[in-house]
Each structure stands twice: as structure tokens, then as C-alpha cells.
């Protein structure tokens, strides 16, 4: 049966890459989207308590090749992505080890009270597909 939850950090510091390791894949992550969509702001850094990038929303904004990107780097963790106005933001954590490939899906959170202008139009939350098995 396929569990869907967050895909857990590492448990053991013995086995963590460098950080000019995760900078290095953070760095090729945004070059690659940039060829996609017209990032407005990202993390420049590895070391910031998380990983922000904010794309800008139009009708062309590939979504899905965004999303791919950032799940092809393997030391990145996507949590969210909220649309905004003019802006898609993309909120994610960092691995400090390598994580295994898996599937993911994008679960929609329930509205969003849109009473401000400035409260987000739609939120979704990412899920890796984890099946249990036996090291």
C-alpha cells in the first residue's frame, strides 16, 4: 500500500555532505528554471533556515517543468507552492544527504479566506508516495 507523507530529513549527522555540495545542485536547480520561468527572487544561499523561489505568473508559467526541476534535485525538498497575484512561490527545505527519487504528488490545501488582496489565490502542499519496505 502507498503511504503519502513528507519525505524525512536524515536522521544521522554521521554521512552529511558538504555544504558547497547542496550550493553547487541549488546553483544548477536555478540556472535550469530560469530557462523555464522569470525568477523574481530566490535563496541565494545554502545555510538559510529554507529555500524560497518566487516565479513570475503568467498565462505561459510551466508549473509542472518548474516542479520538475526542483524534485530532480535530490538534496532539495519541495514543500509548498502558493499563487499569488502576479507571483508563484515555491517553499522548500534542504537535505544535507542524498535522498532516494520518488514519485510526489501536489495536494491542494482547503480555500484560502481571500478577504485581503494580498492572501494567496491558491496553496498546494507536495507529498512523496513512500512505500515501506524492509533495509
Not at 517543468?65 to 534535485?73: G, M, P, S, T
Not at 525538498?77 to 514519485?103: E, M, N, Q, S
Request: some cysteine.
Amino acid at each position: 500500500m502507498i503511504k503519502y507523507a513528507p519525505m524525512p530529513l536524515a536522521a544521522s549527522t554521521a554521512h552529511l555532505l558538504p555544504v558547497h555540495t547542496i550550493q553547487a545542485e541549488w546553483d544548477n536547480t536555478l540556472s535550469r528554471i530560469k530557462e523555464i520561468a522569470e525568477v523574481t527572487e530566490a535563496t541565494a544561499l545554502v545555510g538559510a533556515l529554507h529555500a524560497n523561489l518566487t516565479v513570475q505568473r503568467t498565462p505561459h508559467t510551466n508549473v509542472e517543468a518548474i516542479e520538475r526541476v526542483l524534485f530532480q534535485n535530490l538534496l532539495l525538498v519541495p514543500r509548498t507552492r502558493t499563487v499569488l497575484r502576479d507571483t508563484i512561490v515555491f517553499g522548500c527545505d534542504w537535505l544535507y544527504t542524498w535522498r532516494k527519487a520518488v514519485p510526489f504528488t501536489a495536494e491542494k490545501i482547503d480555500p484560502i479566506n481571500r478577504l485581503a488582496p494580498w492572501t494567496p489565490r491558491d496553496q498546494w502542499t507536495y507529498r512523496f508516495n513512500v512505500i515501506e519496505a524492509d533495509r
